[in-house]
């Protein structure tokens, strides 16, 4: 098997400070902090950027184009992906993978998303929505689906069905995820919760509750790929990419579940965890167990207990044990989305979980800082994860 292992490293982070904006503003402004925080985060000039990948592009994020312009930037290698989160890890990958080929020297990695903006998923006007399976998650109405949270929600009561879970067990998630954004100035969400508060609250798609659904809260990230030798160089220790395993697609995959399942057309006969779902820790050369902390994208509450099982955290159906107690919580067995997530922190599409990981492996996270943190997995219901390492 070929490997990517420590061919590429992350030099530089920069974020805005995440809040709610107008749908007036245009999603280069949080983006134009962010830029400026990475270059000097990696203590690189502008100049020096000769790669950028965007993830989400126009109406609610920004195009490659755009941010090439708008920056004054002299690229030589650029892609962008769909409008998805989903693609995070991909676009990270691919980074790696254009630095080690000499394709780029420095790759600036670009997430930017204004929630107001005309034509976010399962609106009209977001063009994806119109391919004829209906939306990205079975959103078109004329399948059944009218906001992408019904994907989630028929996974999740499949799962409550099949293993005798209920949305108490799925509350304790959620507040442990909030008890970690109580430790992260960034997070906006500052108040804790409780799970009789999450029972207590309205239901979006039953089975799920308010609090089981992400912040529509948006912001700027970026990160800084480059190869281990100009790395060396940088203000900080470089953080290395160790493993890479790219997202899934087929009929064994399904909007809010892990495969087996049994959504959408999956075979629920299908191994979990599959043997090629655990590639990602033989790239790396470490063991699950080696595994400090593990991040993943927490879209909805029951994302956390499908990708679990699907990395074989857990066996099939004990996930919702797992969870309880708060043991992915702070200074639990296995801390989940240290910064709080998409649930409570902000909704980057996961690159704010990817600054999470290299902030968490420098030691700079204050209150929240895991002790001895060396090894961090990203990985989602889809397969797809990354094991980066300091």
Same mark, same amino acid.
């Given at each position: 098997?070929?490997?990517?292992? =420590?061919?590429? !490293?992350?030099?530089?982070?920069?974020?805005?400070?995440?809040?709610?904006?107008? !749908?007036? %503003?245009?999603? $280069?402004?949080?983006?134009?902090?962010?830029?400026? #925080?990475?270059?000097?985060?990696?203590?690189?000039?502008? =100049?020096?950027? =000769?790669?950028?990948?965007?993830?989400?592009?126009?109406?609610?994020?920004?195009?490659?184009?755009?941010?090439?312009?708008?920056?004054? *930037? @002299?690229?030589?290698?650029? @892609?962008?992906?769909?409008? +998805?989160?989903?693609?995070?890890?991909? %676009? *990270?990958? /691919?980074?790696?993978?254009?630095? &080690?080929?000499?394709?780029? #020297?420095?790759?600036?990695?670009?997430?930017?998303? #204004?929630?107001?903006?005309?034509?976010?998923?399962?609106? /009209?006007?977001?063009?994806? &929505? =119109?391919?004829?399976?209906?939306?990205?998650?079975?959103? +078109?109405?004329?399948?059944?689906?009218?906001?992408?949270?019904?994907?989630?929600?028929?996974?999740?009561?499949?799962?409550? @069905?099949?293993?005798?879970?209920?949305?108490? &067990? $799925?509350?304790? %998630?959620?507040?442990?995820?909030?008890?970690?954004?109580?430790? #992260?100035?960034l997070a906006v969400m500052k108040k804790p919760l409780t799970v009789a508060e999450h029972q207590a609250s309205r239901y979006v798609c039953e089975p799920l509750h308010l609090y089981d659904y992400c912040q529509t809260i948006g912001g700027a990230c970026v990160v800084i790929v480059t190869t281990p030798e100009r790395a060396r160089n940088g203000p900080h220790k470089p953080i290395y990419i160790a493993g890479h395993q790219g997202m899934c697609a087929g009929r064994a995959e399904a909007t809010g579940a892990r495969p087996g399942l049994g959504i959408h057309q999956q075979d629920e006969s299908y191994p979990v965890p599959r043997e090629r779902d655990l590639l990602v820790y033989k790239m790396a050369g470490v063991e699950r167990s080696d595994i400090d902390a593990f991040y993943t994208y927490d879209a909805m509450s029951s994302i956390v207990w499908m990708a679990l099982e699907r990395f074989g955290f857990c066996k099939p159906g004990e996930a919702w044990q797992f969870t309880k107690g708060g043991r992915i919580g702070p200074g639990g067995e296995l801390p989940v989305n240290t910064h709080g997530g998409l649930l409570s922190e902000a909704h980057v599409s996961g690159w704010n979980h990817i600054i999470e990981m290299v902030r968490q492996l420098r030691g700079e996270c204050g209150e929240r800082q895991l002790p001895n943190a060396e090894l961090l997995q990203w990985g989602t219901n889809r397969g797809d994860s990354l094991i980066l390492r300091n």
């Open positions: 098997m070929g490997t990517m292992r =420590d061919r590429a !490293a992350i030099i530089g982070v920069g974020n805005n400070q995440y809040g709610k904006m107008t !749908a007036a %503003v245009s999603p $280069l402004v949080p983006l134009a902090a962010a830029f400026k #925080n990475a270059l000097a985060d990696a203590g690189i000039q502008r =100049d020096e950027v =000769d790669g950028i990948l965007v993830n989400i592009g126009t109406p609610f994020g920004v195009d490659y184009d755009q941010v090439s312009e708008a920056f004054g *930037l @002299d690229i030589r290698f650029s @892609d962008q992906t769909w409008t +998805h989160g989903r693609q995070m890890s991909g %676009v *990270l990958a /691919h980074a790696a993978m254009a630095v &080690d080929a000499g394709l780029a #020297n420095y790759v600036a990695c670009v997430c930017s998303i #204004n929630w107001a903006r005309a034509g976010t998923v399962g609106d /009209h006007g977001q063009f994806q &929505d =119109d391919r004829e399976i209906g939306g990205a998650h079975f959103e +078109h109405p004329y399948y059944g689906m009218t906001s992408p949270g019904g994907a989630w929600a028929m996974a999740a009561r499949k799962y409550f @069905d099949r293993y005798g879970a209920t949305s108490a &067990d $799925l509350a304790e %998630v959620c507040v442990s995820i909030r008890e970690h954004a109580l430790r #992260n100035p």
